[in-house]
């Protein structure tokens, strides 16, 4: 059985590692010169910035990623720093006053009855996660105080590149979930680079192949089936397709699609996906600026959402004594004409949170449209399965359940190698 792979980014390259492990024959083209995608590294003067992800794993070394990782043989170590999440509650902004809260005591800030009620609401929602509303509004009927609305959009902006009110509630407590289950985040050594690097090994270690710089402009289909691709004009003949570049871009790349009512709803489907936008700015700093390898919620900030500071576990994302910190803020659909202004109240957040601190910014991203946060936003995934038979769609536009980013990716793949492989 041959398989084709559109995509060296993560979920491509997991899959081509799973399949080519199975005994698959497997090409992987990617139209970059480069694998990884938004899963990798650049060297800028010895600091490694990274073409996405801010070198993090939200559930380390024992979530679904990790497992996967594991399960295909890639040679990668990921660490975890236990404790180290803290919600950063500006007293005073503009003097600087401010206390941090650890993460699972986020409760001790608000009110007592409001301590109470959300005791209460812990053990509840286990039972009877809510439904039908947004994360956002879930916080209004319930626990209805600013600070609850700061910290619920410090978290989804952090983890998902959203606000609260923008994220199905459903999706949050299963997230949630997930980190009871899975536990906080973890960093690979070596960074995001490590990652894809060590699935790419695997994959040509099991003669599997991946061209960089070959773009696939068309997937062949016949008779309802897709049964290879089209590059530079020629045909590369396969029995299944995977697809690591989402639904819409995916069914832009097919000709032949059947006229059935589920090709029709799948394509109104499509049409509500929205990718998630973000900003993330790079410090380069001369101190530590956080102190752990663990993220600090900043939900006081007026955009920054979250910050983490990865060489406290991998020293050599930096040059020797210096430090990456990175900030990262979602960007709602609204703004994304605005970058510039989204960026600058990015800064400014950053003066505020670590006034009188010794740092450069060395780089600042955006990041929308074909080259999101996330290719579908979290909670509005439409599955793995496409209505061409033997098209599948892996990576953040096709993550699963309850998955935080690369979690998800993992979850996705998951869930297409079990309907490719039984
Ligand atoms: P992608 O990275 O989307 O790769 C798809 C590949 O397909 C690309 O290389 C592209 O060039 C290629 N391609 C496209 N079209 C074609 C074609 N026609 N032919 C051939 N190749 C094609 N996640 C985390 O877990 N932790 C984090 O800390 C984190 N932080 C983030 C911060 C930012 C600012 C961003 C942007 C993302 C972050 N993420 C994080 C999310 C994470 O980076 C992504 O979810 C993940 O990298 C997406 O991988 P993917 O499998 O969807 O593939």
Same mark, same amino acid.
């Given at each position: 059985m041959k398989a084709i792979v559109i995509g060296a980014g993560l979920g491509g390259l997991l899959s081509a590692a799973k399949l080519s492990g199975k005994g698959y024959e497997v090409e992987v083209f990617e139209r970059l010169a480069m694998i990884g995608g938004r899963f990798t590294n650049f060297d800028i003067k010895g600091y490694q910035l990274t073409t996405g992800a801010l070198h993090m794993l939200p559930h380390g070394p024992t979530g679904p990623l990790a497992q996967l990782i594991r399960e295909v043989g890639a040679d990668v170590t990921i660490e975890r720093q236990d404790d180290t999440a803290f919600m950063r509650i500006h007293e005073d902004l503009e003097n600087g006053i401010y206390k941090d809260v650890s993460f699972g005591e986020f409760g001790s800030t608000f009110s007592v009855w409001n301590r109470i009620k959300l005791a209460l609401l812990l053990i509840s929602t286990r039972k009877w996660p809510p439904k039908n509303c947004s994360f956002g509004e879930w916080i209004t009927k319930n626990l209805n105080m600013p600070i609850a609305h700061q910290m619920a959009d410090s978290f989804c902006g952090w983890a998902l590149s959203l606000k609260a009110a923008d994220t199905p509630v459903e999706e949050a407590f299963e997230i949630f979930e997930n980190l009871y289950r899975h536990g906080g985040p973890g960093v690979p050594i070596g960074g995001c680079k490590a990652v894809t690097d060590a699935l790419a090994d695997v994959v040509r270690k099991n003669g599997g192949s991946i061209e960089t710089k +070959?773009?696939?402009t068309e997937i062949l289909v016949e008779n309802g089936k897709a049964v290879g691709v089209l590059i530079d004009g020629q045909k590369h003949m396969s029995d299944i397709v995977i697809s690591n570049i989402g639904h819409p871009f995916t069914s832009d790349?097919? @000709?032949? %699609?059947? +006229? +059935?009512p589920q090709y029709k709803q799948y394509i109104d489907k499509i049409r509500t996906i929205k990718p998630s936008a973000g900003v993330k700015i790079c410090l380069a700093a001369n101190e530590p600026l956080i102190g752990h390898g663990g993220v600090l919620f +900043?939900?006081? %900030? @007026?955009?920054?959402?979250g910050i983490n500071e990865v060489t406290n576990i991998d020293p050599k994302l930096a040059p020797r004594g210096k430090h990456l910190v990175m900030a990262h803020q979602t960007v709602q659909w609204d703004k994304i004409p605005y970058l510039e202004e989204e960026i600058d109240m990015g800064i400014a957040d950053l003066k505020q949170i670590f006034p009188n601190k010794d740092y450069e910014i060395i780089l600042t991203q955006s990041y929308y449209g074909g080259w999101p946060v996330n290719r579908s936003s979290s909670g509005t995934d439409i599955g793995n399965t496409t209505p061409i038979k033997g098209l599948y769609v892996v990576g953040d536009g096709a993550k699963g359940k309850g998955g935080i980013e690369v979690e998800g990716v993992a979850l996705g793949v998951k869930n297409t190698m079990n309907l490719i492989l039984g």
């Open positions: +070959t773009e696939v790349l097919y @000709k032949d %699609a059947p +006229t +059935t +900043t939900p006081s %900030a @007026k955009r920054v959402n």
